[in-house]
């Protein structure tokens, strides 16, 4: 045999070796259920999903989500959230969403946006990792009529 023909041998034996070998076992990881702030978190982006739509669609404004109001209470997880920082942005957050349910029809994609950017206010400061779905929530505002000069 050549030295061609035993590396191929050796190569192919490896492989077989590569699909007889037992897989490692997974590591058993401890994960721990979410927290009860972290739960609303995920209420509150369904709803912000839902509100979107309406808003978008034109149509009246989900029920208001009184469960939000919960929010400085709610049991973050552990190490997560510093109330000094957190708890003002949560007061602007109802305070938007008052006003987002206050609005009149035409400036309710204005004051929607402002709802969505008090929620990235926060998550640039608290818990980054939600931002790329809280930028896709902006509905984006129509360009303006350009005026004619005359």
């Excluded at 109001?69 to 920082?85: L, N, Q, R, S």
């Excluded at 926060?122 to 009529?145: A, F, S």
């Amino acid at each position: 045999m050549t030295t061609r023909h035993l590396l191929v041998l050796a190569i192919l034996a490896l492989c077989g070796l590569a699909f007889v070998m037992p897989s490692p076992s997974p590591v058993p990881q401890d994960l721990k259920p979410p927290s009860e702030l972290a739960l609303l978190m995920r209420n509150m982006a369904s709803f912000m999903d839902t509100a979107k739509s309406h808003t978008v669609r034109g149509i009246d404004r989900p029920p208001y989500p009184e469960q939000f109001k919960k929010m400085k209470t709610a049991t973050p997880t552990e190490g997560m959230v510093e109330h000094a920082v957190f708890d003002p942005f949560a007061d602007f957050f109802l305070t938007t969403l008052d006003s987002y349910y206050k609005a009149k029809k035409k400036d309710r994609v204005q004051r929607y946006n402002a709802l969505v950017q008090a929620c990235a206010n926060c998550h640039m400061q608290v818990c980054p990792g939600p931002l790329v779905r809280i930028k896709k929530m902006y509905v984006p505002l129509p360009e303006p009529i350009p005026t004619q000069k005359k």
